[in-house]
Each structure stands twice: as structure tokens, then as C-alpha cells.
């Protein structure tokens, strides 16, 4: 897999809330239909780096550069047209509608039609429609989800809530598919799963995705590469065995050898 034209090149971010430095000047790249695990301590700043990529955030300095293109000065809303899409920590579904509703929201996004068409119903809005419905049972087949497709998506259970979440993201047809925290709350059937779908969806659709997920066992087993914050600073970068073994990520999880040693004989 060729690193010399990444999808997604972050260069030198910085963010600061207040006086409070949540990103020291970040740089990592995502290669063209890689897996690239996002990990770090709480307070690490992950999600800051997730909210500076997607637009939610303004970084202070530094470029984000997608397929070439910087994103300093790209709306929030228009992230999805250019190939972006993610999901969220805490899952944010429309309960009460159904997960075909749920997951054809997606679709709003990249939409070409505008209100005009729409009320005549133009023959563009009719091709945009059929469009989006194939992709959506494409989707639901996938993901495993035609079984509940009309049941409210308060309804079901919260795994299947978090696939639903990924589908809807999957709608934008992205480039890049970005996951924050896509195992919390799983069990362990459920992660193993979820493994297994991300590579399916990163070779099925030919797509990179940047992962942000606590854990650890998942990371290393999905990830192509796998970049280490601590602080709002990056302390590795490379394959999941050598950011496994880099001692700076080691102190980071598991504190000073001599601080353990310390506290070893404390009752």
C-alpha cells in the first residue's frame, strides 16, 4: 500500500481551549484503504483530533489535507460531499423512526437535488431516490440489518444500534470513514464482529478508516498502522507491533517502572 499519496495528511494541528493545549502540533497520515488505529490515554486528545478533521472543530494551526485538499476552510456541512464521513461516541439515533429511515438520513447529505426539483418531482430526484435505496439494502445486507430494518432503532439492541450508526455513515459513500469508540458498550462476540466488519468495509467499499477506540485488542488487530497521543502530542507512529513495544506507549498505559515499584509494597 503506497504512502507517497495519502487519503488524509495531517500536518503540525494545534488546539487550544482557553489556555488549556488539547493538540501540541499533531502529523500522521492515512494511506489509500488503510486501517489507522487513533489510541491514547483519557485526555489524550483523540476526539479533539476526530472534531478538528470533521469540521466540528477549527484547528489554530497547522493543515488537514484530503485527497490534496486543504480542510482548513471547508464547512462543516460539506465535509460529507468531499468524501468524509463518521460516527459518534455516544450513539445519535433517531429513536422512533425506523433503521431504514435512520440510515437513508445519510443520504440527505450528498444529495444534488435542491427544493425546486424536489416539488416536481424532476426526474433527477426519482434517479437520486432509486439510488439512495440501493445503496441502503446493499447496506442493510452488509451490515446484517434487513431483519429489523422497520423496527424503531430505540428498539434494538444497542450492538445493532451501533451498526445502524455506521450504516447511515456509510450512506455519504466516503472515503474515509471515521470511528469514534465503535466497540464501547459491545461484548466480546460483538467486537469480534465488529473486527470483522471493519475489514469488510474497508475492502468491500475501498475505503480507509481512522479508528478511535479504547480497545486495545481490537485496535492491534484491525489497524494497518496505528498512531499513539498522550497529552495532545503524538508518541508513536507505525505497525501495531511497533507502536505495541515503543516504551513511550508502554509509560503511557502502564506508568513508570519505578513508580510501580514505589507503590509496590504500599497496603
Not at 502529523?27 to 489510541?39: A, K, P, T
Not at 485488542?217 to 497521543?229: I, Q, T
Request: hydrophobic share 40%; glycine share 10%; aromatic share 6%.
Amino acid at each position: 500500500m503506497s504512502q507517497t499519496q495519502p487519503l488524509l495528511r495531517v500536518t503540525g494541528v494545534k488546539m487550544r481551549f482557553g489556555g488549556v493545549v488539547a493538540l501540541g502540533g499533531v502529523s500522521f497520515d492515512v494511506g489509500q484503504r488503510q486501517i489507522c488505529g487513533l489510541i491514547g490515554p483519557n485526555g489524550s486528545g483523540k476526539t479533539t483530533m476526530f472534531n478538528c478533521i470533521s469540521g466540528i472543530y477549527r484547528h489554530v494551526e497547522g493543515d488537514i489535507v484530503f485527497e490534496g485538499r486543504s480542510l482548513n476552510n471547508v464547512p462543516r456541512h460539506d465535509m460529507a460531499g468531499i468524501g468524509l464521513g463518521r460516527t459518534f461516541q455516544n450513539v445519535a439515533l433517531f429513536r422512533y423512526m425506523s433503521v431504514r429511515d435512520n440510515i437513508l438520513v445519510g443520504a440527505h447529505n450528498t444529495a444534488k437535488s435542491g427544493y425546486i426539483a424536489n416539488a416536481l418531482r424532476l426526474p433527477s430526484v426519482r434517479r437520486e431516490q432509486d439510488a439512495a435505496e440501493k445503496r441502503l439494502y446493499e447496506l442493510l445486507d452488509m451490515l446484517d440489518l434487513r431483519q429489523v430494518e422497520n423496527t424503531p432503532a430505540g428498539a434494538i439492541p444497542f450492538g445493532w444500534q451501533k451498526r445502524v450508526e455506521m450504516a447511515r455513515a456509510l450512506m455519504t459513500n466516503p472515503k474515509l470513514l471515521m470511528l469514534d469508540e465503535p466497540a464501547a458498550g459491545l461484548n466480546h462476540s460483538e467486537v469480534d464482529e465488529l473486527a470483522g466488519l471493519m475489514t469488510r468495509i474497508r475492502d468491500e467499499l475501498s475505503l480507509s478508516i481512522l479508528l478511535v477506540e479504547h480497545h486495545m485488542s481490537l485496535v492491534m488487530r484491525v489497524s494497518d498502522k496505528v498512531v499513539a497521543l498522550e497529552f495532545g502530542l503524538k508518541i508513536a507512529d507505525g505497525t501495531p507491533e511497533e507502536v505495541r513495544n515503543e516504551p513511550e506507549v508502554i509509560r503511557a498505559y502502564l506508568g513508570e517502572p519505578e513508580e510501580e515499584s514505589a507503590h509496590a509494597g504500599v497496603a
